[in-house]
């Protein structure tokens, strides 16, 4: 008998919905990339849609509908949290309150109402909806499980293992103390938005010096030696709910916290590079504790805090694990994948068989667009386009980028979690000294020191950096290759700060951080097979196998799901081209884009 089950997160941030069968996921996407509502939390109505479409059922279908956590648990954390600090943040409880009670209390009735049938509705603990995010999908058959977040009911940080079908926790960390607020209030400190900004965050921190590393350390969070810490409450809010940090910390970290958008200083950029400091050496010891406890070679990562990627890469490099593999939906989104697979292997206690590459299909989980669906949408807007053949395409597309073009690059079904890995991307040649600006500022409309991805063929990964691992997912974090590195004059080496952004530090500037890392995509022809084509097409044009990679959106948008939305993108912006499946948009013969000046209109920028 066939089994489906609808994994659901929703209410916090970034709502998703996955659909699985017989253990194999058929569909997941966040509900932002339908609704067009950056971060969406609400219930995630049009995912759902989405995965009933893809596995071709209705709603009556399903065998059961999982939570991602358990909302009363959740909700007694957040009375006793009051109790203990009332009456500060009084304002704000009772506004809570009100969502609570209105509707995340009422979660079952709710799906079944959104469902149209009465469907049996099961909930999973937040951290083990992590935990089964990361192990089942791995090509692990046991595994160390490292979960590490903002909170999740009551739990912050979690460790334990997975064997066969079944997930045992070692020990956790509960709220407060949580390495996940840790970063979002320094986040919020430096002027980024909370649960939003902290990739921003990690990108400034090569920029500075990590000088109030030691203080954090001192005064902020003590660490013990198995990874374990406490944070000195006197520094933040977030406890009563009024702000993320206190004015203590404004006198420790030498003034007050920057108003978002205002320019950034030396003194932001080396707060990010002491709070990237403290939590890589938190990352580093308990990694090291799971490896002890547990006695295994492999370990797994989820929770939001699992996008550091450059903590990962570190990790993967000095940490005593043989193999990391990281779910690339590590945040929210990624609970409603892990409480499908956690109800299908748990609930229904049924075996598990590793995929020897994992099994997230390349997180390509999305909804895709035939060619005749294209033709409609090109058609419905007048839009002139050249039809390439398959074969023809690649070399096309990679002698356009040899030009120092930026291509909008839409192929297959879109992909699942925060990365684009080239399905919804905007690529570009690594060779320009000129791509890295050009692109924050006249297609991505955001801050200059944002750094880009490279995505490389697999087989050349070594040749150009140091490491030699897959990294399909763009969680690891590693340095160029020294003798593909350009070196600097002695007046190069007196900047400081964003005076370092334009000096090339290698053969490929567009790709490489100030610090000579890169955050990087390893492609393989078996995962995405035309991606991995116009790579190599690249490669013999030139001599480089990798293209620039970065997200298929603007700032303050969410990354595009349908031709609609990347043609959109497209004209808005200053792309010099756009591919669609099999066919080639050039900017010069489109027609007048009517709306292209007052495009940020519609989005909160963050």
């Known amino acids: 008998m066939t089994r489906h089950i609808l994994g659901i997160s929703a209410f916090y941030h970034d709502s998703a919905a996955c659909l699985v069968r017989d253990g194999q996921i058929v569909a997941a996407a966040q509900e932002e990339r339908f609704s067009r509502r950056k971060h969406d939390a609400r219930f995630p109505s049009l995912a759902v849609r989405y995965c009933l479409e893809e596995a071709g059922i209705t709603a009556a ?20 949290t009051h109790l203990s600090t009332a009456p500060l943040g009084l304002r704000l409880f009772w506004k809570s309150m009100a969502v ?25 603990d937040h951290h083990e909806s992590h935990a089964a995010s990361a192990f089942y999908p791995s090509p692990f058959e046991e595994a160390a499980v490292l979960t590490t977040d903002g909170v999740g009911e009551w739990t912050t940080t979690s460790f334990g293992f997975g064997r066969g079908h079944e997930i045992h926790t070692l020990a956790e960390i509960q709220f407060p103390h949580s390495l996940g607020l840790l970063y979002t209030a320094f986040t919020y400190f430096t002027g980024f938005k909370p649960n939003s900004g902290e990739y921003k965050l990690m990108g400034l921190a090569p920029y500075g010096e990590p000088r109030f590393a030691q203080r954090i350390l001192d005064e902020v969070i003590a ?18 709910g009024l702000t993320m940090t206190s004015s203590k910390m404004e006198r420790l970290l030498e003034g007050p916290i920057r108003q978002p958008e205002s320019p950034l200083t030396q003194r932001e950029m080396d ?23 547990t006695g295994l070679k492999n370990l797994c990562m989820a929770g939001g805090v699992a996008l550091n990627c450059v903590g990962n890469g570190r990790i993967l490099r000095e940490g005593p694990f043989d193999h990391l593999w990281i779910q690339p939906a590590a945040g929210d989104a990624g609970g409603a994948l892990g409480v499908a697979l956690s109800l299908w292997h748990r609930y229904f206690d049924q075996p598990r068989s590793p995929n020897p590459a994992d099994s997230m299909e390349g997180s390509y989980l999305g909804p895709a667009y035939d060619a005749e669906q294209i033709k409609t949408f090109l058609a419905s807007v007048q839009a002139p386009a050249q039809q390439l053949a398959a074969g023809d395409l690649p070399d096309r597309v990679a002698a356009v980028l040899a030009e120092e073009k930026i291509v909008g690059w839409f192929q297959g079904r879109m992909e699942f979690g925060p990365r684009a890995l080239g399905a919804r991307s905007i690529i570009g040649d690594p060779r320009s000294t000129a791509m890295q600006s050009q692109m924050n500022l006249k297609i991505k409309y955001r801050e200059s020191f944002r750094p880009f991805a490279p995505s490389v063929l697999r087989e050349h990964v070594q040749e150009w950096f140091d490491m030699d691992s897959d990294s399909p997912y763009m969680l690891l974090v590693a340095p160029v290759k020294e003798d593909r590195l350009i070196a600097m004059s002695a007046e190069q080496e007196q900047l400081f700060g964003i005076e370092k952004l ?41 001599e480089c196998p990798l293209v620039v990679n970065t997200s298929f959106n603007v700032r303050g948008e969410p990354v595009v799901c349908s031709p609609e939305d990347a043609y959109r993108c497209f004209m808005r912006t200053e792309m010099d081209y756009l591919v669609l499946g099999d066919f080639l948009l050039d900017k010069r013969d489109q027609p007048v884009y009517e709306d292209a000046t007052d495009w940020q209109k519609e989005f909160e920028l963050d």
């Open 223 to 240: 660490i013990a030696d198995d990874g374990s810490f406490r944070l000195n409450l006197d520094y933040f809010n977030y406890v009563s």
């Open 502 to 542: 334009n000096v090339p530090r290698s053969q490929i500037p567009a790709v490489t951080h100030v610090d000579y890392s890169a955050r990087i995509q390893t492609v393989r022809r078996d995962t995405n097979e035309r991606y991995y084509d116009l790579l190599s097409s690249f490669h013999r044009l030139t």
């Open 100 to 124: 609570w009670l209105k509707q995340k209390l009422w979660i079952p009735q709710l799906i079944r109402d959104e469902l149209g049938c009465d469907v049996e509705v099961l909930f999973g």
């Open 271 to 293: 707060i990010a590079a002491s709070c990237q400091k403290v939590t890589e050496q938190v990352l580093l010891r308990m990694a090291a504790t799971a490896h002890r406890e």
């Open 61 to 80: 279908d399903l065998d059961c509908v999982g939570f991602y956590d358990k909302p009363l648990v959740t909700f007694e954390r957040l009375l006793e």
